[in-house]
């Protein structure tokens, strides 16, 4: 039996739909799946083959820090060591916000810069596991640090989603794309949802030397402007400037970009899906 915590979300379900082995979901947006609670009950009285923990409260807007440290940190520290305890491989989600406002290319040991509670809680969280790597050698312990992931059930994550969904939305919708004045300076790093999966698969085969964390993104920034162009070419649909909104002034991420030189070490190939390529691949299934 495989755990995935989230598994309603986008990561979550793209993963759990990928799984050839049987599989037990945990996400309380799902009153069909388990709770947390009974999820990690389950999982300290079950044999369990490996546990990939996406789930969490990701919304980089929320401010109750209580939630969000119940939530992304003591929950994520609970299941971690009953894992831990029973010899499980742990593979979770990070985030690349934990980098903050520093650009890019960014490196897994590079300082971290987070400036919302989610991103934070996220950083506290990698500190603990990598402490835990550190006293139990043997544990076999994987974080994740997700770029922007993109893809074809992102239906879900409201204003979380990337801008490539919500570009899609507004083309087929109103005809025109909404972009920031400036956006020629801002850039991401994309990553479609098929590398994401196969990168977290193969998270859960590393061996416990290979335990730490690793960066999840194409390696190559693009521009917002440029995700709008090929949306817009595809759709048929104009681009419209609108003002900087104040409330992002300092908390927005300008530029990242995944130094993927640690992932191909332990294995995985370098090359990714272009952004032109997975933007058609989205167009096909939404």
């Known amino acids: 039996m495989i755990v995935v915590t989230g598994a309603a979300g986008f990561i979550g379900s793209c993963l759990a739909e990928c799984l050839e082995e049987d599989i037990l979901c945990c996400d309380p947006a799902d009153s069909q799946m388990l709770t947390p ?7 300290k009285n079950n044999d369990v083959a490996c546990v990939y923990h996406l789930g969490a409260i990701s919304q980089t807007t929320v401010t109750d820090a209580a939630a969000v440290v119940k939530n992304n940190v003591l929950f994520s520290s609970q299941l971690l060591e009953a894992c831990i305890k029973k010899n499980i491989p742990f593979v979770y989600a990070s985030s690349a916000s ?12 590079q300082e971290l810069a987070p400036v919302n509670y989610y991103a934070i809680s996220k950083a506290a969280f990698d500190m603990i596991a990598l402490q835990k790597i550190k006293d139990n050698p043997a544990a076999r312990i994987v974080g994740l640090r997700y770029f922007n992931v993109y893809g074809h059930r992102e239906h879900n994550k409201d204003d979380m989603a990337s801008p490539v969904h919500k570009f899609i939305q507004q083309a087929r919708l109103e005809g025109e794309i909404r972009i920031f004045e400036g956006s020629d300076g801002f850039k991401r790093d994309f990553v479609h949802i098929e590398d994401v999966v196969a990168m977290t698969k193969a998270a859960a085969s590393l061996d416990a030397s290979l335990s730490g964390i690793y960066n999840v993104g194409s390696g190559l920034p693009r521009s917002f402007r440029e995700v709008a162009e090929i949306v817009a070419q595809h759709l048929n649909a104009k681009i419209v400037e609108i003002p900087f909104p104040a409330h992002l002034e300092g908390k927005y991420q300008c530029h990242t970009q995944s130094d993927n030189t640690k992932l191909s070490a332990a294995g995985y190939p370098r090359v990714r899906i272009s952004l032109e390529d997975g933007i058609r691949k989205v167009l096909k299934r939404i």
């Open 98 to 109: 934990v980098y903050g406002t520093i650009e890019g290319p960014h490196r897994e040991e």
């Open 37 to 43: 609670t009974a999820c990690l009950e389950y999982l």
